[in-house]
């Protein structure tokens, strides 16, 4: 979405308006998911996805109704049921609900997008509020999660932080971390790449990672502070290092933490750890071996088994 905000930008500017279509609810086995976007411009052009299908279909062709009225109309949400014809029905067949927002935007909102772009130059992520009378932008503290809202009939509200990317840290630049930073910078992630050996190839021609740093592993818990959003990958290239690394991270709460290695290696390494004293059921929450069973053998095919299963994480339903 990053630079549809920079073409959103541009359009306004040029006098033009365009929709911006939002789901701020999804509920059961909805197409689109809540934070999915896509923006309808008066030229014809369309960007982004709410789902796809008949139903993505009818919304883009309400939203270009929209933006040809020659008054910008308010913004509204609708509601969409995914059961077949009846009222509220989306035309497809796949249950779940989804609720879209349409927003118009035209040259009154240039300064709102003006300020979404400003904060984005400067690593912000400010939070994007909408309800029935106001759209407005909030600093990133106003919520603590990436989405907040609510819907009872006419009451509702929607907040999301524009731009988040999902945090990854990557403890171990090697060729697995190398290849795993590459696909997860493609699917939007935000990965940081740690490690301790200093002019390491991988680490080096790393173009794809956010943040890179060599660090020494004893401090590995001053460089990934707890986020219960985050997501960590302990894949050192040694036993010791790898289990030194995970000692100080279990007490930490985060969305996922695994190590790569073989179940083998695993089991004496969580073994040796609860003899010493670590306490087993907070072992047992690491993910380990990383990644989905898909018998890969390659860097690049353990990267995308580690990718899906972070993806099933990420999308699950809480």
Same mark, same amino acid.
């Given at each position: ?9 541009k359009? =306004?500017k040029a006098?033009? !308006?365009?929709?911006? &279509? /939002?789901i701020?609810e999804? $509920?059961? +086995?909805s ?7 896509m923006?309808?411009?008066?030229n014809?052009?369309i960007?982004?996805s709410?789902g796809?299908?008949?139903m993505?279909f009818?919304?883009?062709e309400e939203?270009?109704?929209i933006?040809k009225?020659p008054?910008?109309?308010a ?8 059961q077949g014809?009846?009222k509220h029905g989306s035309g497809?067949?796949?249950s779940?609900e989804q ?7 035209g ?9 979404v772009l ?6 912000d992520?400010?939070? =994007?509020s909408?309800?029935p !009378?106001?759209?407005? &932008? /909030?600093?990133?503290?106003? $919520?603590? +999660?990436?989405?907040q809202?609510?819907i009872?009939?006419?009451?509702w ?5 524009i731009g988040q990317r999902p ?6 630049a090697?060729?697995?971390?190398y290849?795993?930073s590459r696909?997860l910078?493609?699917?939007?992630f935000?990965v ?6 200093a002019?390491?190839?991988?680490f080096?021609?790393?173009n794809?990672?956010?943040r890179?740093e ?6 590995v818990?001053a460089?990934?502070p707890?986020?219960?959003e985050?997501?960590?990958l302990v894949m050192?290239?040694?036993f010791?290092?790898?289990? =030194?690394?995970l000692?100080?991270?279990?007490e930490?709460?985060f969305?996922y933490l695994?190590v790569?290695?073989?179940?083998r ?18 072992l ?6 990383l990644g ?9 095919e ?7 299963e972070?993806?099933s ?6």
């Amino acid at each position: 979405m990053a630079s549809n905000w920079r073409k959103i930008y541009k359009a =306004l500017k040029a006098g033009e !308006t365009c929709c911006l &279509l /939002l789901i701020i609810e999804s $509920i059961g +086995s909805s197409p689109g998911r809540q934070g999915f976007k896509m923006v309808v411009f008066e030229n014809g052009d369309i960007l982004g996805s709410i789902g796809g299908g008949t139903m993505e279909f009818a919304l883009v062709e309400e939203a270009r109704e929209i933006i040809k009225q020659p008054h910008l109309p308010a913004h509204f949400i609708k509601r969409q049921i995914h059961q077949g014809r009846i009222k509220h029905g989306s035309g497809m067949i796949c249950s779940g609900e989804q609720t879209v927002l349409f927003l118009p935007l035209g040259k009154i909102h240039i300064d709102l997008i003006s300020q979404v772009l400003a904060a984005r130059e400067v690593g912000d992520q400010p939070v =994007l509020s909408v309800n029935p !009378t106001s759209i407005e &932008l /909030l600093d990133s503290k106003a $919520i603590q +999660s990436q989405f907040q809202h609510k819907i009872r009939e006419k009451e509702w509200f929607y907040k999301e932080r524009i731009g988040q990317r999902p945090l990854v840290y990557i403890v171990g630049a090697g060729h697995v971390g190398y290849a795993t930073s590459r696909i997860l910078d493609l699917l939007e992630f935000e990965v940081v790449l740690l490690d301790n050996r200093a002019g390491l190839n991988t680490f080096v021609q790393n173009n794809t990672a956010s943040r890179k740093e060599i660090i020494e592993f004893k401090n590995v818990a001053a460089a990934i502070p707890e986020n219960p959003e985050a997501y960590v990958l302990v894949m050192t290239h040694k036993f010791k290092e790898d289990r =030194l690394v995970l000692e100080q991270l279990l007490e930490k709460e985060f969305k996922y933490l695994g190590v790569l290695g073989s179940k083998r290696k695993l089991e004496i390494m969580f073994a040796a750890m609860i003899q010493a004293g670590t306490d087993e059921q907070k072992l047992k929450a690491v993910k380990g071996p990383l990644g989905l069973s898909i018998n890969s053998q390659t860097p690049d095919e353990i990267a995308i088994s580690i990718a899906a299963e972070i993806i099933s994480v990420r999308n699950a339903k809480n």
